[in-house]
């Protein structure tokens, strides 16, 4: 299975990510991992990519797009699920032409819908510490001692990227950038819509059933 997952900033992504690779045995392919790697390794493909981010400017799609290709053909599996790309239709245009090179195509597209009011609610009540990096929230994973992380008794803070204010942004970068990818693959392959408002655990068994369903058609 080559897999695509699409959902919004705190739609439940990562946790269902790391499930699917434990049931199916795919390779996580994350574009935030890739491109940290690029960077680190000093590649020239890493070395392009930071020229922009310390402008501050965005990573245009066809170097996001080599660096997605090329770890695809370097490892040369044939299941895997694609975290935090494509983000734009373009990069899914210019994906889809890399893999019919080698005579493959995406299986499946996971689109994991969630209202923004929810997605806001999870990221602005999180809560994580400095020192050891626990998670928690407000609401729904309190500590035991108010605003202070269990491990170590250091006080909790909220991360930036969590603000209420990058949040909506994040939320209308999604909606204007990345969710018009679900029109764009539903006419070229299966696109399986799950309710990633519930429970972790139901989010997971409803991806399951249908993506077992999928493989034995």
């Known amino acids: 299975m080559r897999i695509v997952l699409l959902g919004a900033p705190g739609a439940g992504k990562g946790t269902?990510?790391?499930?699917?690779?434990?049931?199916y045995g795919l390779l996580h392919l994350s574009s935030g991992d890739i491109l940290r790697r690029h960077r680190a390794e000093g590649t020239d493909l890493g070395k392009k990519a930071q020229s922009f981010m310390d402008s501050g400017a965005l990573v245009p799609d066809q170097i996001v797009v080599e660096m997605m290709a090329a770890?695809?053909?370097?490892?040369?599996?044939?299941?895997?699920v694609l975290d935090g790309f494509p983000r734009t239709v373009n990069q899914a245009i210019e994906l889809d032409k890399r893999l019919a090179t080698s005579g493959h195509s995406i299986s499946a597209v996971l689109n994991l819908k969630i209202a923004d009011q929810v997605v806001a609610e999870?990221?602005?009540?999180?809560?994580?510490?400095?020192?050891?990096?626990?998670?928690?929230?407000?609401?729904?994973?309190?500590?035991?001692?108010?605003?202070?992380?269990?491990?170590?008794?250091?006080?909790?803070?909220?991360?930036?990227?969590?603000?209420?204010?990058?949040v909506a942004n994040r939320l209308k970068t999604y909606h204007e950038q990345t969710e018009p990818l679900v029109d764009y693959y539903g006419n070229n392959?299966?696109?399986?819509?799950?309710?990633?408002?519930?429970?972790?655990?139901?989010?997971?068994?409803?991806?399951?059933?249908?993506?077992?369903?999928?493989v034995g058609a």
């Open 189 to 214: 392959c299966t696109v399986l819509d799950i309710d990633g408002g519930r429970d972790p655990g139901e989010v997971s068994a409803a991806v399951f059933e249908q993506l077992d369903a999928l």
């Open 122 to 166: 999870r990221m602005t009540g999180r809560r994580s510490c400095p020192r050891c990096g626990a998670v928690y929230h407000i609401k729904n994973l309190k500590p035991k001692v108010d605003g202070v992380c269990d491990s170590d008794g250091v006080a909790l803070i909220q991360r930036p990227d969590d603000s209420p204010e990058v």
């Open 71 to 80: 770890a695809i053909e370097e490892t040369s599996a044939a299941d895997f």
């Open 16 to 23: 269902l990510c790391k499930r699917l690779v434990a049931r």
